[in-house]
């Protein structure tokens, strides 16, 4: 029997393996499907010993390189964050399929490479028109309307575009089920490793 139709997710968890196959599936139809919470996970950083956190769209999952890739604004403070510490956590519940993914590794900054050009090459107008805001992201301002982005050539959004790549060592997968719930941990450090935690 299945839980999740679309997914074909098992209802039950017996061997670690699956859940992984499951975070992969979950991760790989997040980034097309806008009404999968995975679609817009957290993503945290580090700035002062603080953490912060944002929502953000997530573009790309892929397992075998254990990367996932984010746009964002160059001029966001979660761009300085990474700078000067590349630790990262991106997290997701979706309370229809009762699954939590975690996941914890570095972030990777992209301006004006290879991989920011074809990014920005496989953005609709829409999501590149965020890119023409004046001031850039997180300036404090007396005027929100002022901000409205109105009279804007979509390509010269590009020079503000920034992509993050971020590279996973570990992904935790915790399922919640009225009869025991499971929680399992991969990791790959010199070799990939999973284990079963108490949940
Ligand atoms: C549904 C949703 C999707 C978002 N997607 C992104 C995104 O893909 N990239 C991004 O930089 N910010 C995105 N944001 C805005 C961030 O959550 C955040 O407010 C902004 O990036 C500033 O964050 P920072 O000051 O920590 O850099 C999104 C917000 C929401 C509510």
Not at 165 to 189: D, M, P, Q, T
Request: hydrophobic share 35%; glycine share 4%.
């Amino acid at each position: 029997m299945k839980s999740e139709s679309r997914l074909d997710l098992p209802i039950e968890y017996s061997k670690i393996e699956d859940t992984l196959i499951s975070a992969e599936k979950i991760l790989i139809r997040a980034v097309d499907d806008a009404k999968s919470l995975f679609h817009t996970p957290i993503v945290s950083s580090i700035k002062n010993n603080q953490i912060t956190s944002r929502v953000m769209v997530l573009r790309e999952f892929d397992l075998k390189d254990r990367k996932m890739r984010f746009h964002t604004d160059f001029r966001a403070s979660k761009i300085h964050h990474y700078e000067e510490d590349s630790s990262a956590t991106v997290i997701g519940y979706d309370p229809e399929i009762k699954i939590q993914i975690k996941l914890q590794g570095n972030m990777s900054i992209h301006y004006d490479d290879e991989t920011t050009k074809l990014a920005w090459d496989n953005s609709t107008s829409r999501s590149k028109k965020c890119y023409s805001v004046k001031g850039g992201s997180s300036k404090e301002i007396s005027n929100p309307e002022e901000y409205d982005i109105k009279d804007f050539k979509v390509e010269e959004g590009y020079k503000n575009f920034a992509v993050l790549v971020f590279h996973f060592n570990s992904l935790e997968f915790l399922y919640l089920k009225s009869s025991g719930h499971r929680r399992a941990i991969h990791k790959w450090n010199d070799e990939y490793d999973s284990k079963w935690l108490v949940p």
